[in-house]
């Protein structure tokens, strides 16, 4: 059964995973730290998602490939790779009404298509890194730019919060 994985947050407060707005009133300092992934696409933050009718940042984000093997495109594709944790989380703990898959097909924003009632069967099918994410990969590589990890491959959106106590943790 494929699992989903959320890369490990050193500055976790408590055992709780939470959206990014809800990290703002909960805990400002980190939410501070994290919100400068988003710094030159600060136009995410403003984006709704289709079904859950919630911005970008109201959805905890996971990843349904495991990150060996995007590590293994980075690599093959040239590009420098750091060594990361991640927690494992089964899908079946998510509740699948505040749940979507994002396919994540286009480079030119973000097209209602592209996201799809949660289905734990789906996820199989979202498993691989995408060709697109490999020449992405490949062509950063050539450009000498440092790519974004988790570009093009499909995300699993999480309109909740996830306990991560006791779950286990993985590097890659």
């Avoid at 939470?18 to 703002?24: D, M, Q």
């Avoid at 480079?107 to 789906?122: A, C, T």
């Avoid at 490949?138 to 988790?150: H, V």
């Amino acid at each position: 059964m494929t699992k989903l994985y959320h890369i490990f947050r050193e500055d976790l407060k408590g055992t709780t995973l939470y959206p990014l707005n809800l990290l703002k009133k909960i805990y400002p300092s980190v939410y501070k730290n994290q919100v400068k992934k988003y710094e030159g696409r600060e136009e995410l933050m403003k984006r709704m998602i289709p079904i859950l009718s919630c911005l970008w940042n109201d959805v905890i984000h996971l990843c349904p490939v495991h990150p060996s093997k995007i590590k293994d495109a980075f690599l093959e594709a040239g590009c420098e790779y750091k060594e990361m944790s991640y927690w494992v989380i089964d899908p079946k703990s998510l509740k699948s009404k505040d749940t979507v898959i994002f396919l994540y097909t286009t480079d030119e924003g973000y097209i209602e298509e592209d996201f799809v009632p949660f289905s734990d069967k789906l996820l199989e099918k979202y498993s691989e890194v995408p060709a697109a994410s490999k020449n992405y990969f490949r062509k950063c590589a050539a450009e000498k730019r440092k790519p974004l990890f988790f570009h093009r491959v499909p995300h699993v959106l999480y309109k909740g919060i996830i306990k991560v106590g006791n779950l286990e943790v993985i590097t890659a």
